[in-house]
């Protein structure tokens, strides 16, 4: 049966008007409607029946699975392995350490009952099944992990003890948005135990080091590694590192943190080891941990009003090959190139789709995978064949000053060359995952400001757009507080000396106070 395809005119392949961009709100529109149609889009993720969790697509899960496997890898390069450990936590181990329970206590889902009964026909909960205990659905897992400590550790031989769980968590979140911030989300937990305090004090920062190298080389993201403030670190942690990333937005995202525990949750635990000395000490622990929310700094660092736009490295389809033909014996010869095509690429270790739907035009499906941020299309038709070319298209190129939509779309196609073509893809995914990471680069360069005084800190928040603000600071809590209420800002991070850019060296005076402070610190509006 032929196709219903109408040409092999490529220039006028057009998405129906069902399907045209307009279906997503420009981000100098709505930001926030931005986020969530790219998402839709995409088929990323949807809301569920449960308030404030998500259902994650196929197409969005497979992103979160190159994800782990990037960090799996990096993980158990530096020497850790996985476990698994209990969804439930009893409320008197969540209890044990007041600052980690206190922390989380308004988040806690609670499970009081086991049972279910039907009572005069209605199904409800049985009274007689309450828990003698009740039990929490983990935020997070250190009370329980480090119970099992207890029985794994008696001596320096036991350890370093390096592990790390891939799990979900549950934190009854009032406001939600997909990705970023929901009441069930998934992740992973390193958490390690330590003989010495500088042992665990290095493993804080190397796992840092591990976060910001997978951010920066596989997401793209350029991040900035710092330390939290006091009033910022996680319950329970004597420090907390963390790595913050700008959104095109300008706001900042907390895409990572690693955590010094110090023997808190050891003494909560009573987890003792004998030394080397032959004396009981307590163990020095560490935690550490990045989310699905790294699927939303993917997108608000690389995304268009086209859609979403993926790194190749983490992008679950490299390359899509959609046929365009007229006829029977067009559509037999463009298929057998297309599979021939395919299968030379996956030789080269990329994914390819060939998409030989025959209910779609090709521009529904030109649109529907640029939606979804494929890196490449390939569009093969008769005249490609008769003159032995392949039609590239490219997810993105890079805006040009003075650059029209419409000039960009002609320079991100182009005819090459078949065996030309074929050799220079995967040295085309190389090029563009570095182009994106040098263009949120330059975004965030572009949003920093080095600021010394109330008067520009409120100019650049209120009227120029805002984004990364470094400045001296020196104030309390308090004054954390009233920055907060008077900006929209929080401290992101006291960025790690070699963060530090041209012109934010040295000391000063604080912002608000007007105290000596020693460095400078990043603030901004955050998600």
């Known amino acids: 049966m032929p196709s219903p395809n109408p040409s092999n005119d490529k220039s006028s392949q057009k998405a129906p008007a069902a399907k045209s961009e307009s279906s997503i709100t420009p981000r100098s529109v709505s930001y926030s409607d931005w986020y969530l149609d790219v998402i839709r889009q995409a088929e990323l993720a949807e809301h569920s029946a449960v308030r404030g969790c998500m259902v994650i697509r196929p197409h969005g899960y497979s992103i979160w699975e190159k994800m782990q496997r990037e960090l799996d890898d990096r993980f158990k390069a530096t020497g850790h392995v996985n476990a698994y450990f209990p969804m439930f936590i009893p409320l008197s181990f969540l209890t044990r350490e007041e600052q980690h329970a206190a922390g989380f206590a308004k988040e806690c889902a609670v499970v ?15 009274p007689e099944s309450k828990l003698e205990e009740p039990l929490v659905v983990r935020p997070t897992s250190e009370t329980i992990i480090w119970n099992q400590y207890k029985n794994w550790i008696q001596s320096y031989r036991d350890l370093p003890l390096l592990i790390n769980q891939w799990a979900n968590v549950v934190r009854w979140e009032l406001r939600t948005r997909l990705f970023l911030r929901t009441a069930e989300f998934l992740w992973q937990e390193g958490h390690t135990a330590h003989a010495t305090e500088q042992e665990a004090l290095e493993e804080t920062a190397k796992m840092l080091d591990v976060y910001a190298d997978f951010a920066q080389n596989v997401m793209a993201v350029p991040v900035i590694k710092g330390r939290k403030t006091p009033g910022e670190r996680f319950a329970g942690a004597l420090d907390t590192m963390c790595i913050e990333a700008m959104m095109q937005d300008g706001k900042a995202l907390q895409a990572g943190t690693s955590h010094y525990l110090g023997q ?28 699905t929310r790294l699927i939303g700094a993917l997108i608000m660092t690389h995304s268009d009003d086209g859609g979403l736009i993926l790194p190749p490295k983490l992008a679950p389809i490299h390359v899509v090959i959609v046929p365009i033909y007229r006829k029977d014996d067009e559509k037999e010869r463009v298929f057998a190139e297309a599979d021939k095509v395919k299968a030379e690429l996956c030789q080269k270790g990329l994914t390819v789709k060939f998409d030989d739907r025959d209910n779609m035009q090709p521009g529904a499906k030109f649109y529907e995978w640029e939606s979804k ?47 030309e073509a074929i050799d220079s893809i995967v040295r085309t995914l190389a090029g563009m995952q570095q182009e994106l990471f040098d263009r949120a680069l330059a975004f965030r360069q572009s949003r920093t400001r080095v600021i010394d005084n109330l008067e520009d800190f409120e100019r650049f928040f209120k009227q ?6 470094w400045v001296h600071w020196a104030g309390t809590g308090d004054d954390e507080d009233q920055m907060s209420k008077r900006f929209e800002t929080t401290i992101r991070c006291i960025p790690l000396p070699d963060q530090l850019p041209a012109g934010a060296q040295g000391s000063g005076t604080c912002i608000l106070t007007g105290k000596p402070s020693a460095q400078r610190v990043i603030m901004a509006k955050a998600y």
């Open 373 to 419: 941020g494929v890196p490449i299309r390939i569009e093969i038709g008769p005249k490609d064949l008769e003159k032995g070319v392949l039609c590239l298209v490219r997810r993105f190129v890079i805006e040009q000053p003075g650059e029209s939509v419409e000039d960009q779309r002609k320079r991100r196609k182009s005819f090459v060359p078949r065996a």
């Open 264 to 291: 808190n949750f050891s003494k909560a635990a009573d987890v003792k080891f004998l030394n080397r000395e032959g004396k009981l000490e307590y163990v020095y622990a560490t935690s550490w941990g990045v989310s």
């Open 464 to 469: 120029e757009g805002g984004g990364f603000a």
């Open 112 to 126: 009081t009952h086991h049972r279910l009964k039907s009572i005069d026909g209605v199904v409800q909960v049985d």
